[in-house]
């Protein structure tokens, strides 16, 4: 999954609800990958930006 590679610092599943989870310093929980994603944002600022520059190959 690449949300793994995107934020290997958070353990990331779809439980068995269907629900969207990231495990890290914290537990953000989405009905949505997109929610998600935003949720990681929040939570983990920094690593989001790692995450965009690594998408759009501004490393």
Request: include cysteine; aromatic fraction near 10%; proline fraction near 3%.
């Given at each position: ?34 929610g998600l ?23």
């Amino acid at each position: 999954m690449i949300l793994r590679d995107l934020f290997p610092a958070w353990e990331i599943w779809v439980c068995d609800r269907g629900v969207w989870r990231a495990a890290g310093f914290t537990l953000v929980s989405s009905s949505t990958v997109e929610g998600l994603v935003g949720h990681l944002a929040g939570a983990d600022p920094a690593a989001f930006e790692r995450a965009a520059r690594r998408i759009t190959g501004s490393l």
